[in-house]
């Protein structure tokens, strides 16, 4: 509706009800004003009516929802469910051209308006959360694997002769991936063990350049986010020593913008040092469906450069979801869900350091990890031989998700390298281990079931050990056992003839 249409209204009902209604919608196209004018996230999150104003608006600006439009190309924005047009609010035409990820489309204004204030918002976002000096981004619908192998592929151009990419072990399949599937050797480093955290190990990282010749190494892949006792690499003694040697640094952040230690570490590294780019997850970061990642960097070509390696157009859905989320929350809103989150990894930290000293074990101290946590399994480990890898599948049938357990021993082969002590980040780490994290969106409910299902599985693995420690004693022992014991018995026998046979 126009200014010329409102008057026409003021003819259908009183004209008095039809100015209240113009206000009330000003006040939407105000908020709308002020996004475009200034492209950062809204202190203040937006009401569902305003941002479908907004989404219905754009749409409207796309050639397949022209009135009278006839397409005759391979490419004409058509959509044969409406269920699937409603779902992307009929903003069919994706973002980026052929060339160029960033790129406007001609015939589809309202995605390309979508995709630059999508950035924009998201650039503004990430400068809140600690990285002040960030000069450029840009959302790309590929989850953190691909768009760190996208970054290698780009700095290919620019080093024609490297081979190699240093990378600082951290066990995670898809960013040792990426680099084999863009055609580079990952140099794995060991970590060394310092106290009970793992740490980068600078020495080995410098020898390592001297051994291969830095105009032989396409980058230093490092780390922020991460398990424990795996701790954030240390980037600001990374990024000084790519600048020394003038070799490209990637951080892989995947979700290290809720952490504002991690954040600041980006910070401070690319202000005493090099840092080319940095890598995040849509969906562990901004709570949204999976598929999505933020590549951002202090250098503007090298984003730009970048954006143009991604070949053809691109989906919309990741943008369209961050910034319905971003608007939603608001910059007020997002920033309560950080301080949530960080309130809650102390208090899990406190329940997790309680139950483990209640059952023999202790909080691995990892103090600079500002995201998961660690808790000894040594006991469990030493009750029975399969107990560890057991407790991990009794939490996943009791639905506590994400916690992580890590057996001794582990091996993988990831794309022709075998991990030895797979999962631990680490060759030998001394102790098997479980893992859980404080993530944003987590509850404080979250916190003290988990707590509670654990504390009950723990009990239930002690209680079957000590039964199976029992198992050779003689028949004049089993006498009065109860039938919930005698079941436990034949569990572990079952258990221990599986380790037999593998």
Known sequence: MNTENFTLSEKIVCPAYVRQGVQARRSHEQLIRVLLEQGKCPEEGWSESTIELFLNELAVLDSNNFMGNCGVGEREGRVASSLVARRHYRLIHGIGRSGD??????????SSVLNKITNSVVLDVLKCAGVRSLSSCFVVPMATGMSLTLCFLTLRHRRPAARYILWPRIDQK??????????????????VIEGDELRTDLEAVEKKIEELGAENILCIHSTTSCFAPRVPDRLEELAVMCAKYNIPHIVNNAYGVQSSKCMHLIQQGARVGRIDAFV???DKNFM???GGAIIAGFDDEFIKEISKMYPGRASASPSLDVLITLLTLGASGYKKLLSERKELYTHLAQ?????????????LHTPHNPISLAMSLDGLQSSCDKAVTQLGSMLFTRQVSGARVIPLGMKQTVSGHTFHGFMSHSDAYPCPYLNAASTIGITKNDVELSIKR??????ALKKEGNIEKRCHCSPAFWTGLTT???????????????????
């Open 101 to 110: 990820i960033a790129a406007v489309q001609p015939n589809a204004a309202g």
């Open 174 to 191: 898809s960013c040792f991936k990426s680099m084999i599937t863009a055609g580079f050797e990952p140099v794995i480093i060991e970590n």
């Open 280 to 282: 995040q997850s849509l």
């Open 288 to 290: 949204v469906p999976v």
């Open 351 to 363: 329940e997790l350091k309680a139950l483990a000293e209640r059952h023999g074990e202790r909080l």
């Open 454 to 459: 654990l504390d009950k599985c723990l009990k």
């Open 484 to 502: 919930t014991e005698l079941l436990a018995v034949q569990r572990c026998a079952i258990l221990t003839s599986d380790a037999a046979a593998a």
